[in-house]
């Protein structure tokens, strides 16, 4: 197993992989403090959450799996050279677990607020079942060549796939609204922070090493990272570019109402009954 060749460059991947682990790991509190205020779901996307649950609980089994595993590690040293270092970091692992109980709680959040006519799409449901369906398939696969290495790829390869595709129906859901209220955009920032530096810090490792390897080593790491802050830049593009105002005209009318029937309520002022 590879060392580090620089001290400091060590440093710099330690400190950019839990900046990062921080960024990922607060991005989840602005949704679930925005629903705990509310009170409400609406405007959040059931599907986005299922499909987030599913791919945050992949990326953990794998992330767990390859750093802790020393059958595996052989396996990993045994494709890629015994000089490479292992892809997965402690920051990695920690986020991993964070990310699967707060999404938990996203999700539990959905079940008792009110959430309007919404419900998790047929469509999501099939996806998500399909999914662990087929890496329980993969896994009696696995079994008898002990094959963990290739096993733990098809976990990435699921966290990949659903990182594709479980941005895509909050991106639609804003679209057709035209307004991104009930979404909550410090989620975006904390999530684009983290693509950001997480990506950072596999450059650092790669110029440590000379070696790119780390890059298509754990190929879903670096699409996590590129994935989320493409989407992340289309949310930011819809937040204040495209519906600023759509947004407000949603929020300003609901205020105005609130304030009418309080001020109707007053028998001090019953010259504004008719506001």
């Not at 950019?16 to 959040?44: D, E, H, M």
């Not at 020393?70 to 997965?88: C, D, L």
């Not at 999530?191 to 879903?220: E, P």
């Not at 930011?236 to 205020?255: F, G, I, R, T």
Request: proline letters at 3%; one cysteine or more.
């Amino acid at each position: 197993m590879a060392s580090w060749n620089s001290i400091p460059l060590e440093i710099t991947y330690e400190i950019f992989g839990w900046v990062s682990f921080l960024s990922w790991s607060a991005c989840f509190y602005p949704q679930v403090i925005l629903n705990f205020r509310r009170k409400s779901v609406v405007g959040l996307n059931f599907d986005f959450v299922v499909l987030n649950l599913t791919k945050h609980s992949s990326y953990l089994i794998y992330n767990v799996c390859l750093y802790f595993s020393p059958a595996i590690q052989k396996q990993y040293f045994q494709k890629y050279g015994f000089n490479q270092m292992i892809p997965v970091a402690a920051n990695d692992v920690a986020f991993s677990i964070h990310a699967v109980l707060l999404t938990a709680i996203t999700l539990l959040q959905v079940a008792i607020y009110e959430r309007g006519v919404q419900k998790v799409s047929r469509i999501s449901l099939a996806i998500v079942s399909a999914v662990w369906l087929s890496a329980a398939v993969c896994f009696f696969v696995a079994l008898p060549n002990h094959s963990w290495l290739w096993l733990i790829n098809i976990f990435n390869s699921i966290q990949v796939f659903m990182t594709l595709i479980k941005y895509t129906p909050q991106v639609v859901m804003n679209f057709r609204r035209k307004n991104t209220d009930g979404f909550s955009i410090g989620y975006v920032f904390f999530d684009f922070s983290g693509g950001c530096t997480s990506y950072t810090q596999m450059i650092v490792q790669s110029i440590d090493q000379n070696s790119w390897v780390n890059f298509y080593g754990n190929l879903g790491k670096t699409l996590l990272s590129l994935v989320s802050v493409s989407f992340d830049l289309v949310f930011m593009c819809q937040h204040y570019l495209l519906y600023p105002a759509k947004k407000a005209a949603v929020v300003a009318p609901e205020l105005k109402k609130e304030v009418s029937e309080s001020l109707l309520k007053s028998s001090d002022h019953p010259e504004l009954e008719n506001v």
